[in-house]
T-cell receptor
Framework: ETGVTQTPRHLVMGMTNKKSLKCEQHLGHNAMYWYKQSAKKPLELMFVYNFKEQTENNSVPSRFSPECPNSSHLFLHLHTLQPEDSALYLC?????????????FGPGTRLTVL | EDQVTQSPEALRLQEGESSSLNCSYTVSGLRGLFWYRQDPGKGPEFLFTLYSAGEEKEKERLKATLTKKESFLHITAPKPEDSATYLCAVQASQGAQKLVFGQGTRLTINP
């Protein structure tokens, strides 16, 4: 595996379900991110992790719960979601640091909430 | 507040017909401006990073340029496989690693 991988690629869940999205990066990076991409809207940053520590939460509802056990893995735990949470969820990673920091994206998980 | 506006929203060209996409931005100190390409149902694919006004970068039929207020992505003699949505994003000097994205330009190249 190379780059940034995400599983599952597609997920359908009911509003009362609990599910998790997984992201793994094989680039040796120190920072990982979750983004949400809804139709007709720009990509929205959700969470940032640096060296496993959460450094940014972009006012995301508590029904989204991130977890970063190490610098290579990132999870997004989902519970009691709403239909408006249906979107493409993208994971990204970057080297981290003080300069311009290129982020590399995974293929995304297409989430549908019924 | 940092903002990115891309135009046009959609562009349809004939194969070989060159054109440019625009990305206008306002940011409190620019750390970097990024261009990505996104195919339907896939994640954004990195194209270029530009750091300062006057900088240019090229890759195959694509050339990105940067001024203090906007960036252009020039597409020369495009082919149908260049059809995609092109995303522009900025990273501010303040605000750590946050990227602020525009809405993208959906480019279609007809054979």
């Amino acid at each position: 595996e190379t780059g940034v991988t995400q599983t599952p690629r597609h997920l359908v869940m009911g509003m009362t379900n609990k599910k998790s999205l997984k992201c793994e990066q094989h680039l040796g990076h120190n920072a990982m991110y979750w983004y949400k991409q809804s139709a007709k809207k720009p990509l929205e940053l959700m969470f940032v992790y640096n060296f496993k520590e959460q450094t940014e939460n972009n006012s995301v509802p508590s029904r989204f719960s991130p977890e970063c056990p190490n610098s290579s893995h990132l999870f997004l735990h989902l519970h009691t979601l709403q239909p408006e949470d249906s979107a493409l969820y993208l994971c990204a990673s970057s080297q981290g640091g003080s300069g311009a920091d290129t982020q590399y994206f995974g293929p995304g998980t297409r989430l549908t909430v019924l | 507040e940092d903002q990115v506006t891309q135009s046009p929203e959609a562009l349809r060209l004939q194969e070989g017909e060159s054109s440019s996409l625009n990305c206008s931005y306002t940011v409190s100190g620019l750390r970097g401006l990024f261009w990505y390409r996104q195919d339907p149902g896939k994640g954004p694919e990195f194209l270029f990073t530009l750091y300062s006004a006057g900088e240019e970068k090229e890759k195959e039929r694509l050339k990105a340029t940067l001024t203090k207020k906007e960036s252009f992505l020039h597409i020369t003699a495009p082919k149908p496989e260049d059809s995609a949505t092109y995303l522009c994003a900025v990273q501010a000097s303040q605000g750590a690693q946050k990227l602020v994205f525009g809405q993208g330009t959906r480019l279609t190249i007809n054979p």
